[in-house]
């Protein structure tokens, strides 16, 4: 049983949204963020919200709210739940409707939980506010909701305040703060962004759990695709303020109608791992024991240690794509960090070409910078805001002497290979959008002629379709300058896309090592095991839209 | 893509103070009022009736007569002169700690924000500064050196340089975690490169706000110490000096404080007024988000 196959035609409908039109009065043009939008949620379930950045998939949850921002209005249309028009309520009405009939959840839940607070108090002050209960029965229906929600040793967590918490943890006090009053709609919001695909994995059956022992119908909204194979009944997928397609989950993942779909679908990467590509004899970076202790210089008392990488190793040849893969707290940013040099490993050899610069004074590295160059995850901060795109282009070749006129003819020649017009060099980095930026950043990292570029998450800020264009021009830059990667990232499906070797991390531990195709296709450790188990929609293969086991079926290996 | 080009260079805080129509109405009366006695200031030798230490003991105590507009004090000088002339010190004194405070706080909170070992010393070094009482470090000073324009710009700079590292040095550190900043380390540009062309224009929206408050505090503390005879030397006519030796008269003839008083309030308040003006159009937290 690969989706989700309930019928709810009979089923009572708990939202309807008709023709919802959200536009910008303020604005010239009166541009609109919606335009026109028909979603039905039935009781019992759950709806599927699909789009990448911009597709105003948000903006359709916080009109439902009633939560929109000042300058957004609703122009047209009607919300309706149970059959009640919520658009003409007013505030307080809507605030009465809140949390009592529909509940929220959102993707940060550290920011979303007051920090002050302990968390039981907080969700003790949903009920205080929405129902007439005693201090007693309040206190007992916290307890029972949060035993539901499978936190371990209640009476402790009770207690706790957030920062106590893990992020599994928290999202978990939010799903029973949305959930005590039974409320008719659940809205989430990308609640599982920001975990990892362990924690993730855990939510996500919670939340299916919860939704069949309560009857709640439930607004599911994601980018991710492999979250909507895992939850959704239903399917929404939106692009530009229009619901493009919409249908059961089995029929838009096999048989997706709209030219949008089918795109979006083609470009989420698969979990199976490239095929093996030749490899160079010639070792450009070799780690070696590379360890990194924080916290252990204490002035007067020794201070706790945390262990953040333990006897890395590995080697690296020309033209070939390393990955270390784990999840938060893994290590593996640090590693990448040492490797940088942005930090000084506490012990081991990092050798570059032969050299080992592990422990080269500033000066003394200076020489080997260039050869080593970095692509950051968050494509808006990579960037100087108050530096023209040619002014960061051309910064590094002169320091390292180029004359202006050369590294500007070069940085021209780059914007061209990245996909870029001629024009953006004399523009900011606030006039382009994140897929455009992290190509600036890879054509800067690429203007020092590098031997390795180090790419720390470098497509996870990125949407679907952007992440996949990203990729590709990694991979031709690859081809044609025979730069070694060293890809870190948490997105097995992004490892697998591009990697030729990958390092499983956990807790600064490397727990496996070997080439791609061993590693996510016949993982050895317990771990690796578990990280791919946890990969949402790992049984479905999107770009070819069939479960994974009908395409095995059709070209046995 | 189709967005106006911004300018987003370092000089964007300044032509975005210039920009005048964002100016609410208080600001821009303060703008008016600050430029008039700025202008006065400058062209007082000129714009003085008479000399300023002139005394005339047949005309002492007059009030607005003919050739004295303010009319006269103590001595017979001429009131209007006096604060005219007196301007000039008030203000270069201000200015002068306000310059010297932000320059050297700068220079000190860059290197105490981007070296970590250098932090801790630096870091308790101010807070001793910290400590000093700025009229007490003036009486201190003027006592060693007899009174001077240099010993009051050093009292009122040096307790004002502890606030500006301060700040300097909270902007600096959360700035060099900017994933651009490390990408400068990455590109081979050396420290002192990193920290000018990276890291000082993130500090000047913030240190034009601290400057405006500082210039108001040095130019009310300095008449407070000219007040208290701490300041520079009695003959010399400054705010403070006026308003301490019309103390004596002041109940025969308000206006020998009346006027220079009226004056300092004024250019109190409008320093103030456009540095919070300043302040709500470069706060980062009202700026509008780049992209």
Redesign the interface.
């Known amino acids: 049983m690969l989706f989700k196959s309930r019928n709810f035609d009979t089923a009572q409908v708990a939202l309807s949204a008709e023709n919802l039109v959200v536009d910008l009065p303020e604005t010239p043009g009166r541009p609109q963020v919606l335009k026109g939008i028909d979603v039905t949620i039935r009781q019992g379930e759950t709806v599927c919200l699909v789009g990448e950045s911009g597709s105003g998939k948000s903006v359709t949850s916080l009109a439902i709210m009633g939560l929109l921002p000042q300058s957004l209005k609703v122009a047209q249309g009607r919300i309706n739940l149970q059959g009640q028009n919520l658009l003409p309520l007013t505030q307080a009405q809507m605030r009465e409707l809140r949390a009592a009939r529909i509940a929220m959840i959102f993707q940060e839940p550290m920011t979303a939980l007051n920090p002050v607070l302990r968390v039981g108090d907080q969700i003790m002050e949903v009920m205080e506010l929405h129902t007439g209960l005693s201090a007693a029965e309040r206190r007992a229906r916290a307890i029972a909701i949060m035993e539901q929600v499978h936190l371990p040793d209640v009476p402790r967590i009770f207690q706790s305040y957030p920062h106590q918490l893990s992020g599994g943890q928290r999202q978990r006090i939010m799903i029973a703060m949305a959930l005590v009053l039974e409320p008719v709609l659940l809205i989430a919001d990308e609640p599982t962004t920001a975990l990892d695909v362990t924690t993730q994995k855990q939510i996500l059956s919670l939340i299916d759990e919860l939704q069949s022992s309560h009857g709640t119908a439930v607004l599911f909204i994601t980018h991710d695709m492999g979250v909507v194979a895992e939850i959704a009944d239903t399917v929404y997928v939106m692009k530009h303020g229009e619901i493009v397609e919409n249908g059961p989950v089995e029929a838009v993942l096999r048989n997706p109608r709209a030219e949008y779909t089918r795109k979006l679908l083609a470009s989420v990467p698969g979990l199976t791992p490239r095929p093996s590509r030749p490899s160079e004899q010639e070792i450009v970076l070799k780690v070696d024991r590379l360890n990194k202790i924080y916290g252990s210089r204490g002035f007067l008392k020794k201070l706790p240690q945390a262990h953040a990488a333990k006897d890395v190793s590995f080697a690296l040849a020309r033209g070939r794509t390393l990955g270390i893969v784990g999840e938060s707290g893994s290590g593996k940013s640090t590693v990448a960090r040492c490797i940088m040099r942005l930090i000084d490993p506490s012990s081991g050899r990092i050798e570059l070409d032969g050299q080992d610069i592990a422990s080269l004074s500033r000066g003394r590295l200076w020489p080997h910078r260039k050869k080593l160059q970095v692509v950051f995850q968050d494509p808006m901060r990579s960037l100087n805001p108050r530096w023209t795109i040619a002014q960061s282009l051309i910064e590094g070749p002169l320091n390292y002497g180029t004359p202006r006129a050369e590294a500007l003819a070069e940085a021209a020649r780059l914007m061209g290979v990245v996909g870029l017009p001629k024009d953006a060099l004399t523009r900011y980095p606030h006039q382009f959008s994140g897929g455009q930026r992290q190509r600036i950043a890879i054509a800067r990292a690429v203007m020092m002629r590098p031997d390795v570029l180090v790419a720390d998450e470098a497509v996870s800020a990125l949407d679907v379709s952007v992440q996949a264009q990203v990729l590709d021009l990694l991979d031709q830059l690859q081809r044609d300058l025979g730069i070694a990667i060293v890809f870190i990232t948490h997105d097995l499906r992004v490892a697998a896309q591009i990697c030729d070797e990958v390092i499983v991390m956990q807790r600064g531990a490397v727990v496996e090592q070997g080439p791609a195709a061993e590693v996510l296709g016949a993982p050895a450790h317990a771990y690796t095991r578990a990280l791919i188990e946890a990969a949402p929609g790992r049984d479905w293969d999107f770009q070819n839209f069939k479960a994974m086991n009908e395409v095995r079926d059709a070209n046995p290996a | 893509?189709s967005?106006t080009?911004?300018p987003?260079?370092?000089m964007?805080p300044i032509l975005r103070m210039i920009r005048l129509p964002q100016f609410g109405l208080g600001p821009r009366i303060a703008l008016v009022v600050l430029l008039l006695i700025v202008l006065v200031t400058l062209f007082a030798p000129w714009l003085a009736p008479h000399d300023p230490l002139k005394m005339d003991p047949l005309m002492r105590l007059k009030g607005p007569i003919e050739g004295h507009p303010l009319g006269t004090d103590n001595f017979g000088r001429d009131i209007l002169s006096r604060v005219l002339i007196g301007a000039r010190l008030s203000l270069l004194i201000g200015i002068a700690t306000a310059v010297v405070s932000v320059v050297v706080g700068l220079v000190i909170g860059m290197v105490a924000g981007f070296f970590r070992t250098a932090d801790a010393i630096i870091m308790r070094m101010m807070d001793g500064l910290m400590a000093i009482p700025s009229i007490l470090l003036a009486i201190a000073l003027v006592a060693l050196n007899g009174p001077s324009v240099g010993s009051v710009i050093a009292a009122i700079t040096i307790p004002e340089i502890p606030r500006v590292v301060r700040l300097v040095r909270a902007v600096v550190l959360s700035a060099r975690e900017?994933?651009?900043v490390?990408?400068?380390?990455?590109?081979?540009?050396?420290m002192p490169?990193i920290l000018i062309r990276?890291l000082v224009?993130n500090t000047l929206a913030p240190l034009i706000v601290q400057g405006t408050y500082v210039l108001a505090s040095a130019i009310l503390t300095e008449a407070i110490l000219s007040f208290l005879g701490a300041g520079v030397s009695t003959e010399t006519p400054t705010w403070g000096n006026i308003m301490a030796e019309g103390r004596m008269f002041f109940r025969i003839k308000p206006e020998l404080i009346l006027y220079p008083g009226l004056m300092l309030s004024l250019c109190i308040l409008s320093i103030n007024l456009l540095g919070d003006a300043a302040r709500d159009m470069l706060d980062p937290r009202l700026k509008k988000r780049?992209?």
């Open positions: 893509m967005q080009p911004r987003a260079s370092a964007q900017e994933p651009y490390e990408a400068a380390i990455a590109l081979g540009s050396s490169k990276h224009p780049a992209g």
